[in-house]
């Protein structure tokens, strides 16, 4: 191969990295942080109906869901403090049902998955 077709098979191949970046960006919305919740009086219901106004609304996206535990992991797609986002979870919830409440856990996923796990152990 010559020296012409090395350069031009590295600059295809800079072009398809490149592509595919901007691909996987466009996918999910920027995450600016994922926050663990724990819900009492979590339900299926309550979780689908959360997820699906969280989704549409693009306040925010839940990464994770264990609803025997009442846990919730949402990542926030804009650039907030915890308590706000709390905030906008606890009013999206209490158009479905007031006797919910938000309590935000200094947990990561892996945390999250884990107290999930231990509970459904029990």
Known sequence: MNKRSIN?????ALCLCALCTMHAQAQSPNVHGEYALRIT????????ALTRDLDR??????????VPAGILVVADTRDRSSELLIETIQEVLDQ?????????????VQQAELACANTRNR
């Open 41 to 48: 009086g979590l339900t299926s219901e309550l979780r689908d």
């Open 96 to 108: 479905r049902d007031r006797n919910v409440l938000v309590e935000h856990l200094s947990w990561t």
């Open 57 to 66: 609304s693009g306040e925010a996206r839940v990464v994770f869901a264990c």
């Open 8 to 12: 031009w098979l590295w600059a295809l």
